[in-house]
Nanobody
Framework: VQLQASGGGLVEAGGSLSLSCAAS????????MAWFRQAPGKEREFVAA????????AYANSVKDRLTISRDNAKNTVYLQMNSLKPEDAAVYYC?????????????????WGQGTQVTVSS
């Protein structure tokens, strides 16, 4: 499966952005999906994950109640709605796909990765 992330940009602190991850090559419903992010000089970290059918989600504590992951398998797309953004949310955001339906928080749990989309938050 090929993943294409989009929707990043520049936003003021407190603002919102919506990221999308479009899949091609195979149907998205085959995979659990996740978003990770990587800020300059830092490790890539888990943000959120969603099960194949979308019934189960998981979030990093730092984004809970502000970011929402969702999916539309008919459109082969996963979304990340980001509200109340903070400067510390600035990073390159990556979508990833896992063959297992287990919602891993580790990078090793995901087989396929998109190219990333930049999110910049001004204070």
């Amino acid at each position: 499966v090929q993943l294409q992330a989009s929707g990043g940009g520049l936003v003021e602190a407190g603002g919102s952005l919506s990221l999308s991850c479009a899949a091609s090559g195979r149907t998205l419903s085959t995979y659990a999906m996740a978003w990770f992010r990587q800020a300059p000089g830092k490790e890539r970290e888990f943000v959120a994950a969603i099960s194949r059918a979308g019934f189960t989600t998981a979030y990093a504590n730092s984004v809970k109640d502000r970011l929402t992951i969702s999916r539309d398998n008919a459109k082969n797309t996963v979304y990340l709605q980001m509200n109340s953004l903070k400067p510390e949310d600035a990073a390159v955001y990556y979508c990833a796909a896992a063959i297992s339906d287990f919602l891993s928080r580790a990078r090793s749990g995901y087989t396929y990765w998109g190219q990333g989309t930049q999110v910049t938050v001004s204070s």
